[in-house]
């Protein structure tokens, strides 16, 4: 299974805690995620269009699917060994 660029980690991560898994339409800072990020998490499985926004038809309204969750759970605890092998600094 691919593994998420950091751009596709960030936008999917931002969907895990959101009712429905919804996904941004814009970063932290209000701006538009790219485009290209979310059709690459589209086509890799992890996302998937939920609605057609009327307003802005142009916009790509997704949420996280089951396996987006997957690979974002796989990625925690990934995360969280590499914490615990790390060498404390006091």
């Known amino acids: 299974m691919a593994k998420p660029s950091t751009s596709q980690i960030r936008y999917l991560r ?18 538009e995620i790219d485009v290209r990020t979310i059709r690459a998490c589209v086509k890799a499985g992890w996302a998937e269009p939920w609605f057609a926004n009327p307003l802005k038809p142009d916009w790509l309204v997704c949420r996280l699917t ?23 600094v006091d």
């Open 14 to 31: 931002r969907g895990i805690s959101q009712p429905g898994g919804k996904l941004p339409l814009f970063d932290d800072e209000g701006q």
């Open 66 to 88: 089951d396996q987006g969750r997957a690979v974002m759970d796989r990625l925690a605890v990934s995360e969280a060994k590499g914490k615990e092998k790390s060498p404390s």
